[in-house]
């Protein structure tokens, strides 16, 4: 992310690869959407906010099981994926908004449901955020997303990543209280965040899925995939020329060990499952 805001981060370099390569960010995080709508149990005439919704997977797939919904995110180029998305897939009950879910002026419980897969870490505020969206929310209306645990709960971030400090130095990615992937690690944290903000029932559940980076292909599809996210062009962009080969050499040879042919490489993951009730 840009020091210029987050705005122009999510509609620079970070949102091309996610554009790009939407489908097989689809396909890595496709056990997460599981898990939220086996939470969720969505009902026909529900109506859902879909929270930093990126390219419109969580979005679109909400409308199939649901009365309408709407996503909302920062990246226009993003969004504009999950409006082809829903056109060709002939789904009509949604909506793509472009703007800050932490300060858009939402209808006063316009939602009968909040979700987000991955979407709610990067609030400069998440107190002020989570009040936002809880007034977003009918009383008794629920929201439910899923956040990353700390670096050291996720092996897809470990294994690359160690490969790679023996040869370039890590670059700094934040932690508990962000904003940033792990703003929501603390588990403790996190909870005071939704009490603060006046949300009931918290409940937050340990999730470890087992994923496939880049959602599969052979070694060296999966190796380019990983050198376009954020988090690698931040580690090797400022390498010098000979550090960033052995690097990635180093990555190469890591995955190797992992590989299985017609699957791709599959490794763990850390993530609170949560969701939460407005009572009032």
Excluded: K
């Amino acid at each position: 992310m840009s020091d210029t805001g987050p705005a122009d981060g999510w509609n620079g370099d970070e949102a091309q690869h996610w554009v790009t390569e939407a489908d097989r960010y689809d396909g890595q995080l496709a056990p997460f959407g599981d898990l939220l709508f086996d939470r969720l149990q969505l009902a026909a005439d529900e109506v859902v906010l879909d929270v930093g919704c990126g390219c419109g997977a969580t979005t679109n797939s909400a409308a199939r099981l649901s009365g309408a919904a709407v996503g909302i995110d920062l990246s226009v180029p993003m969004l504009t994926v999950g409006r082809q998305r829903a056109a060709a897939a002939g789904v009509s009950n949604i909506e793509f908004v472009a703007d800050d879910a932490a300060r858009h002026q939402f209808a006063e419980e316009g939602f009968d449901v909040i979700v987000s897969r991955f979407g709610v870490m990067f609030f400069d505020d998440p107190v002020m955020a989570f009040t936002n969206l809880r007034h977003a929310l009918r009383v008794g209306g629920r929201l439910v997303f899923v956040c990353w645990q700390g670096l050291e709960a996720n092996p897809w971030l470990l294994v690359p990543g160690v490969a790679a400090a023996a040869h370039v130095p890590l670059p700094a990615i934040g932690g508990s209280g962000g904003p940033g992937m792990f703003s929501l690690a603390d588990r403790d944290h996190l909870v005071s965040v939704l009490s603060a903000a006046g949300f009931a029932d918290i409940d937050v559940e340990s999730v470890s899925p087992e994923i496939v980076l880049g959602g599969g292909g052979n070694l060296d599809e999966t190796l380019e995939f990983l050198l376009g996210t954020g988090i690698a062009r931040a580690l090797l962009d400022g390498a010098q020329p000979d550090a960033r080969q052995r690097a990635i050499s180093a990555v190469s040879a890591a995955l190797a060990e992992i590989y299985e042919p017609g699957r791709g490489v599959a490794l763990g993951t850390g993530a609170w499952l949560v969701s939460a009730f407005r009572s009032r």
